[in-house]
């Protein structure tokens, strides 16, 4: 079965620093999808950025980019010049390619912004 | 992405009634979800709503506790059965998008007394 761990509880970042949020995911499957989602308090939750198993590059989204290591498993999430708007809960997201769009998600890494 | 709403935003509603969540988006789409976050938790995955079938529920979640309709290409309803205390949560619904992608309502923020 697939699993996906986030292994920060929390993380805190200075204001226009840069701050990286771990995932690691389990699967024998060897074409999937992967995502971050950001959940502010009491808002929606918002696509942050998608990575493509099968693509080697990395995806970025302007500020927002993925390290993303295949044979490690691992799919980290970059945010440059964070901002305080930036404050959030982070999930992980994976998913198989069998049609059904099933999310496994990662137990969130809260982000703090410190002006 | 998809613009999708959700009727109530919120509700406190007591012990042992009912309440129905409705969801709509703004495209047609074949597959919808329920999911339910309960406070500082993760999401899980109640239901998978197809048009034109019987909702297809995941391990520990049930008809008769959470009953789905999905009448048509946008819109669904999902029914919270006989509230508990427990059953206290954010509800969120979602879409499917291009390339396995999902797309979130604002969910709706359910407290039983």
């Known amino acids: 079965a697939q699993t996906v761990t986030q292994s920060q509880p929390e993380m805190s970042v200075q204001e226009a620093e840069t701050v990286t949020l771990s995932c690691t995911y389990d699967t024998s499957e060897s074409d999937y999808y992967l995502f971050w989602y950001k959940q502010p308090p009491s808002r929606q939750m918002i696509l942050v950025i998608r990575?493509?198993?099968?693509?080697?590059q990395n995806a970025t989204e302007n500020r927002f980019s993925v390290n993303f290591q295949k044979a490690a498993k691992s799919f980290s999430l970059k945010i440059s010049d964070s901002q305080l708007g930036d404050a959030a809960m982070y999930f992980c997201a994976y998913t198989g390619t069998s049609g059904t769009y099933k999310y496994i998600f990662g137990t969130g890494t809260r982000l703090k912004v410190l002006a | 992405s998809a613009v999708i709403s959700q009727k109530p935003s919120r509700d406190i509603c007591q012990r042992g009634t009912s309440l129905t969540i409705q969801c709509q988006v703004d495209s047609q789409v074949t597959m919808m979800f329920w999911y339910r976050q309960q406070p500082g938790q993760s999401l899980t995955l109640i239901a998978t709503a197809n048009q034109g079938s019987e909702a297809t529920y995941e391990s520990g979640f049930v008809i008769d506790k959470f009953p789905i309709s999905r009448p048509n290409l946008t819109f669904s309803t999902l029914t919270v059965s006989n509230m508990s205390p427990e059953d206290s949560s954010i509800y969120l619904c979602?879409?499917?998008?291009?390339?396995?992608?999902?797309?979130f309502g604002p969910g709706t923020r359910l407290l039983v007394l």
């Open positions: 990575q493509e198993a099968y693509k080697q």
């Open positions: 979602s879409v499917e998008g291009r390339g396995q992608t999902q797309y």
